[in-house]
C-alpha cells in the first residue's frame, strides 16, 4: 500500500516533492520520491492525496474528547477510569487527593486498582494534579514502579516542588500554561522533562522562544491540565461548591488561561482561532505573538510543528524504536495527517492552518474530508 502526494513532510528529514509513503501491516517501509519507491516496491494500490501528508500530530495534554483535526495521537487526562478503554493514545488517571488521609484512606488503592484493571497493551499513565507534597511524593514511586508515564501541570506544582518529590524525568511531561523563570526552565532541561505548552497567555510566546533556544524539548496540548471539566469521578473527591486547591468555580478561571468553551479572559485573542485540540493553530498563535512583540528564531515555523508532532511523541515516550509515532520513516507506525496545503515553504504554509483532508492511524484512513484518488502504480 502506498500514499502519495505533491509534499511529503515526514519531520524527521526533509521534505520530499511528489512523495510517497510506503506501508505494510500499519508500519512504514520507505518514505521517498514516488518515482523511485513505486519502482523499488511491488505496491498493490496507490492512493493519491492532494496537498501535503505530515506525521500525525501528537497532542500533548488533552481532555477525552474528539481528537483535534490532523492529531492521531494524544495524551487524554480521563476523571473515570472507566474512561480509559474508549481514548487513543495515553490516557492518564487523574490523580487529585487533597490530603494525605484521603489518599491513604480510599485513593491510593482506587488508581492501583484502575491502573492494574486496564486491558493492556492500552498505554496508561498518572496525572498528578493533588498539591499535597506527601501525596505527590507517593504518586512519584507509583509512577516509577509500574513503569508509567507521569503527567503534571505547572499550573498546581512548581518545577522545584515535582523535583523535590521525584516526578521529574524522562518519563515525567509537563502541561505548561504561564510563564517559566530561567532557573525553572533549566531544572526541566536538566532533568529531560518534555514541557507541553497549553493555550498561552499574552506573555508566553516569549517564554516559548526561550524554551527553543535554550535547548528544552517541546511539545504542544490543547488544554491546560487544570482547567478542562474533569468532574467528582476523579481520584479525590469534593462536595458539591466546594473546589479542590487551584481548582476554580464554574465561569472561574485563572488570569492567562484559555477556557474549555474557548473563551479568552486573557484578551490574548486566540480564544477566537482555536477550535477543540487546534494543535497549529496553538502553534500560529504563537509566531503570531512573536512577531508583534518583535522577536525572532532561526527556523520558527519548522520548530513549532516538530514540537506539534515529534515533540508530542517525546513526551508520551513514544518517539523512538519501532512503532514510534511524531515521524515518518522506515519502521515508524503508518500515522499521518493530509493537509490541504501547498507552497515553496511547507512548515510555513502548515502555520497557515489549512484545511485537514484526512487522517491515517496504523494505516487506515480516518475523518475523510475529500475522497482519495485510486491509481493504478
Given at each position: 500500500?502506498?500514499?502519495s502526494?505533491p ?7 526533509e ?8 506501508i505494510?501491516?500499519g508500519?512504514v517501509l ?12 511491488r ?17 500533548a495534554c488533552c481532555?477525552?474528547t474528539?481528537p483535534g ?5 494524544r495524551?487524554?487526562?480521563v476523571?473515570?477510569?472507566?474512561d480509559?478503554a474508549g481514548v487513543?493514545g495515553i490516557s492518564?488517571?487523574e490523580a487529585s ?6 489518599w491513604e484512606?480510599h485513593?491510593?488503592?482506587?488508581l492501583i486498582t484502575?491502573?492494574r ?6 498505554p496508561v ?6 498539591r499535597?507534597?506527601?501525596?505527590l511524593?507517593?504518586v512519584?514511586v507509583l509512577?516509577?514502579t509500574?513503569?508509567?508515564r507521569?503527567l ?6 512548581s ?6 518529590a521525584?516526578?521529574?524525568?524522562p518519563?515525567c511531561h509537563?502541561?505548561c ?13 536538566l532533568r529531560r ?11 508566553q510566546?516569549a517564554?516559548?522562544l526561550a ?10 496540548g490543547?488544554?491546560?491540565?487544570g482547567?478542562h471539566a474533569l468532574g467528582h469521578?476523579a481520584?479525590?473527591?469534593h462536595?458539591?461548591g ?11 478561571h485563572?488570569?492567562?488561561?484559555l477556557?474549555?468553551g474557548g ?9 477566537d482561532?482555536?477550535g477543540?485540540?487546534?494543535l497549529?493553530?496553538l ?9 508583534e512583540?518583535?522577536?525572532r528564531v532561526?527556523g ?18 513514544l ?8 515521524s515518518l520513516?522506515?519502521?515508524?507506525r503508518?500515522d499521518?495527517?493530509v493537509?490541504?496545503a501547498r ?5 510555513s504554509?502548515l502555520?497557515a492552518r489549512?484545511?485537514c483532508?484526512a ?5 487506515a484512513v480516518?475523518?475523510t474530508g475529500r ?7
Amino acid at each position: 500500500m502506498a500514499h502519495s502526494a505533491p509534499l511529503v513532510l515526514p519531520v524527521c528529514a526533509e521534505p520530499v516533492r511528489d512523495g510517497t509513503v510506503v506501508i505494510r501491516g500499519g508500519r512504514v517501509l520507505q518514505v521517498g520520491s514516488r518515482a523511485e519507491l513505486l519502482s523499488r516496491f511491488r505496491v498493490a494500490e496507490e492512493v493519491r492525496w492532494p496537498g501535503m501528508i505530515v506525521a500525525g500530530l501528537v497532542d500533548a495534554c488533552c481532555a477525552p474528547t474528539p481528537p483535534g483535526h490532523g492529531v492521531t495521537t494524544r495524551a487524554a487526562v480521563v476523571s473515570d477510569p472507566a474512561d480509559l478503554a474508549g481514548v487513543p493514545g495515553i490516557s492518564y488517571v487523574e490523580a487529585s487527593s487533597a490530603g494525605e488521609q484521603e489518599w491513604e484512606e480510599h485513593d491510593r488503592d482506587a488508581l492501583i486498582t484502575a491502573l492494574r484493571e486496564v486491558d493492556r497493551p492500552c498505554p496508561v499513565g498518572i496525572a498528578a494534579r493533588t498539591r499535597d507534597p506527601h501525596v505527590l511524593e507517593d504518586v512519584a514511586v507509583l509512577a516509577r514502579t509500574f513503569g508509567l508515564r507521569l503527567l503534571a501541570g505547572l499550573d498546581r506544582h512548581s518545577p522545584m516542588a515535582l523535583d523535590e518529590a521525584g516526578a521529574l524525568g524522562p518519563h515525567c511531561h509537563v502541561a505548561c500554561a504561564r510563564p517559566l523563570d530561567p532557573g525553572e526552565r533549566k531544572l526541566l532541561r536538566l532533568r529531560r522533562s518534555v514541557v507541553a505548552i497549553c493555550p498561552p497567555g499574552q506573555e508566553q510566546a516569549a517564554d516559548v522562544l526561550a524554551l527553543l533556544e535554550e535547548g528544552n524539548s517541546l511539545a504542544l496540548g490543547s488544554h491546560a491540565l487544570g482547567h478542562h471539566a474533569l468532574g467528582h469521578h476523579a481520584l479525590g473527591h469534593h462536595a458539591p461548591g466546594q473546589h479542590a486547591p487551584g481548582q476554580h468555580a464554574p465561569g472561574q478561571h485563572a488570569p492567562g488561561h484559555l477556557d474549555p468553551g474557548g473563551l479568552d479572559p486573557a484578551g490574548t485573542g486566540l480564544g477566537d482561532l482555536l477550535g477543540p485540540g487546534d494543535l497549529l493553530g496553538l502553534a500560529a498563535g504563537v509566531r503570531r505573538r512573536a512577531r508583534e512583540l518583535g522577536l525572532r528564531v532561526r527556523g520558527l515555523d519548522r520548530r513549532l510543528v516538530e514540537a506539534a508532532t515529534l515533540g508530542g511523541a517525546r513526551a508520551l515516550g513514544l518517539d523512538a524504536g519501532p512503532g514510534r509515532i511524531g515521524s515518518l520513516g522506515p519502521g515508524s507506525r503508518a500515522d499521518f495527517a493530509v493537509f490541504d496545503a501547498r507552497g515553496r515553504y511547507p512548515y510555513s504554509a502548515l502555520m497557515a492552518r489549512p484545511p485537514c483532508l484526512a487522517t491515517v492511524v496504523g494505516g487506515a484512513v480516518t475523518g475523510t474530508g475529500r475522497p482519495p484518488r485510486r491509481a493504478d502504480p
